[in-house]
């Protein structure tokens, strides 16, 4: 056993820590080492000097220990009092939040879930104004053709006879129409004869009278 | 005396108020000792009441896994070590402990014990890992394997330690021109 690896073992040594061969080892090295020997020395006035601490003299006073104790639980009492209104309040607020602002429905055969302000509803008076347009079948029938055949030829049959009944018409009032004519042709008549007679009359008179 | 602990412990959980004085009885002495050596000695009253509350509030929730004692410990520690971050502690500066100059036979006594406070300021001077294991083993005579168990460290660990915080010490003295032949002689 050399130096290095004895003062190594040496604070074990001063404590009682070495098992005996190793103890027999060191103790084999330090009788012919005089350096260890006084490293060894000095180990030992280390360990004797720290056996003479001054230590002050304690009472523990447990009433006071009762009292503390006591203390302390009712302020973690309180703290967690204050911790579970403060709990609670962020769950009302939280829950609050999601009823106004989560949705869920069923629709179209699925779960929709949305987050956030509702969609705006169409405008039902808008959609209510929006023309009809009929969906044509994709297949048209011989029955729908004869009816539609039926259709046109009562339509052309109404057109017919309201063509007649303007003919009628226009007849009638051609013939009132001349009628006027003749009427306003005699009355022509009488009354050119009539001022034709008056220029006479007043030519007579005139050379009566000069 | 560690199965007496556990005993009143198992009556004191049990509502019997007389076992935690018991207690505080029997661990005051040790307790307060162990923390003026690790480093605490002007406030070790408070300390000393801290680490005893700390047990009044835990027992209720204490499990007989291992020895009473090491878990007493480990709540000093734990309030020594607060302490400790709490106050930095200022080591006194070794130039102001000077050996008194050795004038007579009769000063041997004295000067012995100027070397006991020399020590002392030494030992409240090594960094808190080194004290700890010094305090342990010196003091409160615990083997490395029971230090292993309140200190959560490997024994190995704690052997470096305990080398080098001798070491340190040793080479206090060596500064302070301490020879083996003065005191020992």
Redesign the interface.
């Known amino acids: 056993m050399n130096c290095e690896h004895t003062r190594?073992l040496?604070?074990?040594w001063?404590?009682g820590?070495l098992a005996p061969e190793t103890k027999a080892l060191v103790d084999n090295h330090l009788a012919t080492c005089p350096g260890c020997r006084?490293?060894q020395?000095?180990?030992?006035?280390?360990?004797r000097?720290?056996?003479?601490?001054?230590?002050?003299?304690?009472?523990?006073?447990?009433a006071?220990?009762?009292e503390?104790?006591s203390r302390?639980?009712q302020g973690h009492m309180r703290r967690w009092r204050r911790a579970a209104v403060a709990l609670v309040g962020m769950a009302a607020a939280l829950l609050l939040i999601l009823c106004l602002k989560l949705e869920v429905r069923w629709q179209g055969q699925q779960v929709v879930v949305r987050w956030g302000m509702p969609s705006p509803e169409p405008d039902r008076a808008r959609v209510e104004e929006r023309p009809v347009v009929p969906v044509p079948s994709p297949e048209v029938t011989a029955a729908d053709m004869k009816l539609v055949k039926d259709l046109l030829h009562a339509l052309a049959e109404s057109v017919e006879e309201r063509n007649g009944r303007f003919q009628q018409n226009l007849a009638q009032l051609e013939r009132q129409l001349n009628q006027m004519g003749e009427q306003a042709g005699s009355r022509w008549k009488a009354t050119e004869s009539y001022v034709s007679a008056l220029h006479t009359a007043q030519v007579e008179a005139r050379s009566k009278g000069e | 005396m560690d199965q007496n602990d556990a005993d009143m412990m198992r009556r004191w959980q049990d509502g019997d108020a007389g076992a935690?004085?018991e207690l505080?009885r029997r661990w005051?002495?040790p307790i307060?000792?162990f923390l003026?050596?690790l480093g605490n000695?002007n406030q070790?009253?408070d300390l000393?009441?801290e680490v005893?509350?700390r047990l009044?509030?835990k027992g209720p929730r204490y499990r007989e896994t291992g020895a009473f004692s090491t878990w007493l410990y480990r709540i000093a520690m734990n309030v020594a070590r607060d302490a400790a971050r709490r106050t930095r502690r200022s080591p006194l500066p070794l130039m102001d402990l000077d050996l008194p100059a050795r004038s007579s036979a009769s000063d041997a006594s004295c000067e012995y014990?100027e070397?006991?406070k020399?020590?002392?300021h030494a030992?409240a001077d090594l960094p808190e890992s080194l004290r700890e294991v010094?305090v342990l083993?010196?003091?409160e005579d615990m083997?490395?394997e029971e230090m292993a168990r309140l200190l959560k460290t490997p024994a190995s660990t704690l052997?470096s330690r305990?080398?080098a915080a001798?070491?340190r010490?040793?080479g206090r003295?060596?500064q302070l021109g301490?020879s083996?032949e003065e005191?020992?002689g």
């Open positions: 190594e040496l604070p074990a001063i404590y820590d006084e490293e020395a000095a180990l030992a006035e280390v360990r000097l720290l056996d003479e601490p001054p230590l002050p003299k304690v009472q523990v006073d447990v006071r220990i009762f503390s104790a302390l639980r | 935690f004085e505080v005051q002495g307060s000792r003026s050596r000695t070790v009253a000393c009441q005893f509350l009044y509030l014990q070397l006991t020399v020590m002392q030992l010094v083993r010196h003091y083997s490395f052997k305990f080398a001798l070491g010490l040793r003295l060596k301490w083996p005191t020992t």
